[in-house]
């Protein structure tokens, strides 16, 4: 072989390249720290993912070249396009379906090493066999999760809760039954068997803890099944005996983690708590406890609230995920210069967790062209709102439902809302008077403060825009 | 390698991970976990590995699809994250010259955010 071939199959050659990946990685998600160097922050660290793709097709072992050109090709082939087309207002979806076959590759990795192992004469050594062992339970939960977690967001399946009788004991069921058979294997028998029975085991419980979880929830569950494929790819780099895997993997399991935890956070919930289940439940029967006092609801026309708006001193918009789905940001924009060119002072309140996930209205605002400094974050925005002349909540339910502050008995008791009803006046741009994704009843609509202006949020933004224009 | 030295770099890298990641402000929560979900599709790497050894139809057929969703997970991942993070790019804030004006007026003072201020104003 050739001198320079040696050099660059040369293992030390190899580190070297993924220790440049490393760097890409570690400086890569630094940049993603900042708006102004997150762009870069992606590119460096996709150059990181580079870097140890090639490292790896250098290793001398190796081969089937044309077999990975195929794999890399068509997987290519089915992720630019699904990335490039998808809708802003789908990204969580889009993030939980990328989640899922990244799960999904690590189980059949572990799956197939472990079969090797049996066809080079059987089980490998224990330090080798728990790493895929886990690996391959984690992986298949994280495949099962992250699709239903898909179906859910993209209302494949129903985003409410769907609870089955004895779900907490057939979930206790199942795990059990993947740790015992995976205990089984780690005591040395050797069966494919009963490594498939945990890859099945793993993926009916996938589908089982994510199935009751209420939508409200989804965008930690998605963070958590993120930090989860993490780990199981650091669990699949000690398996391999590869740096690369196992420096990246820790790195996304340790990020999905503090996200998660952070996410949980902000919504005043425990995380073992939504893993549990039972949140849209309870939520339903409350909502429908509460329903005997609420009063009439009370609508109104956009030429009114184009009045309030267009003669109020201070406006603080807060967007949720029915400005999303009717793709109203734009709209929404030209409705605050409007009101901006006349005086009026405009805002953005923004719940952590408004939209599926968080940061989700802060992208689609800023895909409008709406600066930053005028996206405030709750903290920031509440101590204001009680100076706020109008509340335009648009297409936002759950973050501004005043019964997280007053009602003990509803489940979202504690959470921090935007507290959207303490401004004079509140306007509520609603397509129905459907609950929201959490499926509880919201207070706020029946206070004499609120008006609701019904229809779909782009059309009805649009109208009173061009009343605000005719004034 | 052996087993501890792997387990050492496991736990840095974990902290690396803790430290470089808990200082993300809210706006780039979606992005990051878009990021760091394309960095764990370098499990396409185990796919690398085993599938040139691999003996046996099923095998690397299995390991085929490991490559094919491994690699979705990379590029698209990558990908919907820069699409994301484009709209984060500085353009003229069609809003400066206002208000610019509203300050100057008796109007409620705009605060200026801690983001990226300083570039808007020189804007």
Known sequence: MAPFAVFLQDPDFIRVLYILAFICFILGLRFLNHPRTARRGNVLAAVGMA??????????????????????????????????NVKMTAMPQMVALFNGVGGGAVALISWSEYREALAAGGNPELETLVPILFAAIIGSISFWGSNIAFGKLQEVIPGRPIQLPGQQFVNVALLAVAVGCAVAIAAGTESEALFIAILIAAAILGNMVVLPIGGADMPVVISLLNAFTGLSAASAGLALDNVALIVAG?????????????????????????VAGGFGG??????????GDRGPVRSTDPADVAIQLAYAGK?????????????????????????????????????????????????????????????????????????????????ANDVTNPAAREQRDSPIYGMPILDVDKASQVIVLKRSMNTGFAGIDNPLFYKENTALLFGDAKESVAKVLAEVKEL | MDLLTELTILVLAAFVGFEVISKVPNTLHTPLMSATNAIHGIV????????????????????????????????????????????FRRRPDPRAATKAELEAGAAAPVEDGAEPAPERRAA
């Open chain 1, 250 to 274: 820790m790195l996304v399991g340790a990020s999905g983690s503090i996200l998660t935890h952070l996410m949980a956070e902000a919504m005043n919930r425990s995380i073992p708590n939504i």
């Open chain 1, 315 to 395: 406006v603080v918009v807060a967007p949720g995920y029915g400005m999303a789905v009717a793709q109203a940001q734009h709209t929404v924009r030209e409705l605050a210069d409007e009101l901006e060119k006349r005086g009026v002072s405009v805002d953005y309140a923004i719940h952590p967790v408004a939209g599926r996930m968080p940061g989700h209205m802060n992208v689609l605002l800023a895909e409008a062209d709406v600066p930053y400094d005028h996206l405030k974050e709750m903290d920031e925005i509440n101590p204001e709102l009680p100076q706020t002349d109008v509340a335009l909540v648009i297409g």
């Open chain 1, 282 to 291: 309870v939520a339903v029967a409350a909502g429908a406890g509460a329903d």
């Open chain 1, 51 to 84: 870097f140890a793709v090639v490292a790896t097709l250098l290793i001398e072992e190796v081969g089937d070249y044309g077999l990975i050109a195929l794999g890399i090709a068509v997987g290519t082939a089915v992720g630019v396009p699904a990335a490039r």
């Open chain 2, 44 to 87: 396409l790497l185990g796919g690398l590995l085993l599938i040139g050894p691999a003996e046996g139809f099923l095998t690397e057929a299995l390991l085929f699809i490991a490559i094919v969703f491994g690699t979705i997970n990379v590029v698209g991942g990558f990908l919907v994250t820069d699409r994301m993070l484009e709209m």
